[in-house]
């Protein structure tokens, strides 16, 4: 504003300070609310080593430097300098960014997860028949959503969280999922009350499903507004923390809770992020607590996000010779297959997915597998058929019936590598079960019970000589009946025994043996069964010793 005064008969014209001052400070309360709001909505991490915080507050000093030349109508020293600020903050963000590549520090992130290489047939461990996972992502997500549809007005407010966090608890494998409000009015309607409750899928039995109901409800989910957002109640808490992967699982005990993954860099600024603890969070009451990685309570199944644990055996396979070593001769690297899934061992969820040569078509030179609690890795050289060739050929199998299959589960079946795979119908629903050998995609068995398929594998894996009938795979007993039970499984009768001799429960299918129907407690009898691990043994072959049918 320009005002005149009048000095020996002339006036002259004077600049008043007023209005800069006026618009030095209502630019610095404008980008302030915006910063606030801006702050509010996006929650990122007061951290200098997140990228994000610092384009935020570089974006801030723009937005004041603009917002006081409009009010001041000038170009002067505060806006200029606030340009500066901004300008030097982006340049930090490049500079250190570049600094943090994989350009200059390829070896850094190649050595930053140990992968050690180990025999599979040794140190992969064995599962038991009633430890095979058949409910796969997708079917735990259409298994959850008839659940919701089973108590009257509640799907009409909630849905099922599609993510379902693969867990281990009680010696059981789960997959779990809370519900979400619907939308906003939604929550507003019972964010008094909370989520009411979540979805329990025992994967390896598609009939053990449940939506447990809480005495109290979750009032902090991903779901909610305002101060009841999980996200926001966190980082309000945990400002400078980088959080990462919000996780669902349940205790031993069943109690639901939030386990957030805090990352941070750790090749020089910003470069190769890695799990360092976790945040847990109790969503009915809102408790939150902190634990280094190290620290971490026992039932907790995930603290390295997965596609961070991923990308550092990418890393790992991919800058075995360094960085332009990917660029030009490609020698001796290796990258993982386009899947990935997941496998419960000894309580724990791991990762896993093949890996191939680059350049590589449909084939596998070995397995990673990452602990997702510990990072611990490992490496087993198997050289075979990919993911995606195991399910080509498991449908072969039924092609006729058109069932589609779902993404492998790796496992040890008489130290032999195997994908095991369901397969559904159109409309998603799981009629048949498949084993296809890792190195031998011939070798497939495949059976409407997890049983006729492992049975046919088994006689597969003889045919092509990949395993024989040694004491240490093939055993012949003689045993005294204990007990006889049936049941019907798909239709056809299944009889489970138990014997004097030895404590296991025995599946023998009907189809096995027509003896076994004159079985009765006293009986001698011969089995002939492949070893595995577990309680539950599935026997291959039968012979009631009192009778000759």
Excluded: C
């Excluded at 005002?3 to 600049?15: A, D, L, P, Y």
């Excluded at 498991?394 to 092609?399: D, K, L, M, S």
């Amino acid at each position: 504003m320009t005002q005149f005064k009048f000095e020996f008969g002339r006036s002259i014209r004077v600049k008043s300070t007023k209005p800069k001052k006026y618009g030095h400070l209502l630019a610095g309360v404008l980008t302030l609310a915006g910063l606030f709001v801006y702050d509010y909505i996006n929650l990122p991490a007061w951290n200098l080593r997140s990228p994000s915080f610092i384009f935020m507050l570089a974006f801030a000093f723009f937005a004041f430097a603009t917002i006081d030349q409009i009010f001041t109508l000038s170009i002067n020293r505060i806006s200029k300098t606030a340009y500066l600020l901004g300008t030097l903050m982006i340049a930090y963000v490049l500079v250190f960014g570049f600094l943090s590549s994989e350009m200059l520090n390829a070896s850094k992130f190649r050595e930053q997860i140990d992968i050690e290489e180990v025999e599979f047939s040794k140190d992969f461990t064995s599962v038991g028949l009633n430890r095979i996972p058949v409910v796969d992502k997708e079917t735990a997500q259409q298994l959850g959503d008839k659940q919701i549809g089973t108590i009257q007005g509640l799907g009409s407010q909630y849905y099922v969280d599609p993510e379902y966090t693969l867990v281990s608890a009680n010696e059981q494998i789960f997959r779990v999922s809370p519900l979400q409000y619907r939308e906003f009015f939604k929550w507003l309607q019972n964010r008094n009350n909370g989520i009411p409750g979540f979805v329990k899928v025992n994967v390896t039995n598609p009939t053990d499903v449940k939506l447990i109901t809480l005495n109290e409800g979750m009032i902090y989910s991903p779901s909610a507004y305002f101060s009841q957002d999980l996200k926001r109640h966190v980082r309000f808490k945990y400002r400078t923390k980088i959080l990462s992967d919000y996780s669902f699982e349940i205790d031993d005990a069943g109690k639901p809770f939030w386990v957030i993954s805090v990352i941070e860099p750790e090749i020089s600024v910003f470069g190769g992020l890695n799990a360092k603890g976790a945040v847990i969070v109790d969503p009915i009451s809102g408790d939150t607590q902190y634990y280094d990685i190290a620290e971490v309570p026992a039932w907790v199944d995930r603290v390295q996000p997965t596609e961070i644990a991923w990308a550092q055996v990418d890393n790992w396979g991919y800058y075995i010779n360094g960085f332009f070593n990917t660029l030009f001769n490609q020698k001796d690297m290796l990258q993982t297959t386009e899947g990935y899934n997941y496998v419960s061992i000894d309580g724990q969820t791991h990762v896993f997915s093949g890996l191939t040569s680059v350049g590589s078509d449909r084939s596998i030179v070995g397995f990673a597998l990452i602990n997702l609690r510990n990072r611990e890795a490992t490496f087993y050289r198997i050289g075979g058929a990919d993911e995606y060739s195991a399910m080509s050929s498991a449908e072969g199998q039924v092609q006729d019936l058109g069932y589609r299959s779902t993404f492998p589960v790796l496992l040890n079946i008489s130290s032999v590598p195997t994908y095991f795979v369901s397969l559904k119908d159109q409309e998603g629903l799981v009629k048949m079960y498949s084993f296809v050998a890792v190195s031998n995609y011939a070798a497939v068995g495949v059976g409407v019970s997890v049983a006729d398929a492992q049975r046919e594998y088994m006689a597969k894996l003889k045919e092509v000589g990949m395993i024989v009938d040694d004491q240490q795979t093939y055993k012949t007993l003689n045993l005294t009946v204990a007990s006889v039970h049936t049941a019907i499984v798909n239709g056809s009768t299944t009889y489970y025994l138990t014997f004097d001799e030895d404590l296991r429960l025995f599946v023998i299918p009907l189809s096995v043996s027509l003896e076994i129907v004159f079985a009765s407690e006293g009986d001698q009898v011969q089995l002939s069964f492949f070893e595995t691990e577990g309680n539950i043994i599935i026997v291959d072959e039968f012979n009631h010793l009192s009778i000759d049918y």
